[in-house]
């Protein structure tokens, strides 16, 4: 069931929430404070955000074994250049994915 969030800065925290775990682990994340307070005023009324109560959950294998072995060892060294360890494991999985098809 999806919930819209009526108030801005309910909006506005999980924007913040959002960025947070995105571009926390980033050399240089970037955070809304860098946003100037009146273009976020009008990001915010311009946006929607909304809740949605998660019921179910079904998992797919897919580590881009449709692309290229060249675009597959891509995305293998942006995970590895990653400072979180869920990223590092996916990494090794891809790898393992690439030697067994070579």
Known sequence: MARVCESR???LAIIEKTVGFYEG???QPWSTAAVPADFRDKLL???MAFRIEIVRIEGKWK???NKS???RAGVVRALRSSA???EQDIA???EQG???KV
């Open 69 to 71: 072995a060249a675009a």
């Open 92 to 94: 090794r999985m891809m």
């Open 25 to 27: 682990s980033q050399p």
């Open 84 to 86: 979180r360890e869920h």
């Open 63 to 65: 580590l881009n074994q």
């Open 45 to 47: 009324n311009a946006l």
């Open 98 to 100: 690439l030697a067994e």
């Open 9 to 11: 800065e309910e909006t």
